[in-house]
């Protein structure tokens, strides 16, 4: 229920303009080896200090510099995408957007720190499409491999799409991306170290949003 609620209005935010879709970038990039409860006082950190922020580490500075160089163009192939229309001769068998879907995460990929993984974060908060399935996702999706999730940015475009149509068709085969959220939310709070911070999925779900946007419902 929470996905259904939350993750329209974390959309609305990010398909806004270039600006708020680099936020939401930088939001999964922040939560990559770190606590998801610290993720409030990330995003203020980085708003405040930018590259300085001490959040910002790493391979994660280079994510940074790409989206201060490319994010407007970056958000208008994925508008654009997000949209567009395929001939019944291309792809026949496929909707539409199954088609954009993995387009657009092709895309989000030559992003410097955008694996499968936390392309399909960003896919699922800014058209709630695709999913994160991440180290606490895969420890329940049995029949997921760890090799289902690895990918280089050297593959060559052919051998990348065909990771891609994989990871994509396992997001909307085994538990769609409502499903991956909500259960990934309720999942959260099962840990000891977050039994104190969250009592619900809902309130994980909320957290995405007020941590992202400063605002909740």
């Known amino acids: 229920m929470s996905f259904e609620v939350v993750n329209p209005v974390i959309n609305a935010y990010m398909q806004k303009d270039h600006k708020h879709m680099m936020d939401g970038i930088m939001f999964v990039v922040l939560s990559v ?26 391979w994660k500075k280079d994510t940074y510099d790409y ?20 001939s019944s001769g291309t792809g026949a068998h496929m909707s539409d957007r199954t088609i954009r879907d993995r387009k657009m995460m092709l895309v989000l990929t030559n ?11 960003v896919m699922q908060m800014m058209f709630g499409r695709v999913g994160c399935i ?5 420890r329940r999706l049995r029949t997921v491999s760890i090799k289902d999730l690895q990918f280089t940015k050297m593959l060559s475009d052919e051998t990348k799409m065909k990771k891609i149509e994989n990871y994509v068709d396992i997001c909307k085969h ?22 104190s911070k969250f009592s619900t999925g809902w309130d994980v779900s909320v957290f995405h949003l007020s941590a992202l946007t400063g605002r909740t419902i």
Request: hydrophobic share 30%.
């Open 111 to 121: 992003v410097p720190g955008l694996g499968l993984a936390k392309a399909g974060f």
């Open 174 to 195: 085994n538990n769609s991306t409502k499903r991956l959220w909500d259960q990934w939310c309720e999942q959260l709070t099962q840990k000891k170290c977050n039994k």
């Open 134 to 138: 991440d180290v606490h996702n895969l």
């Open 33 to 58: 080896k770190a606590p998801f409860s610290t993720m409030d006082m990330q995003m203020r950190d980085y708003r405040e200090k930018g590259r300085d922020s001490k959040y910002i580490w790493g």
């Open 67 to 86: 989206l201060q160089k490319n994010s407007e163009e970056l958000y208008y192939q994925l508008m654009y995408l997000s949209k567009k229309r395929w």
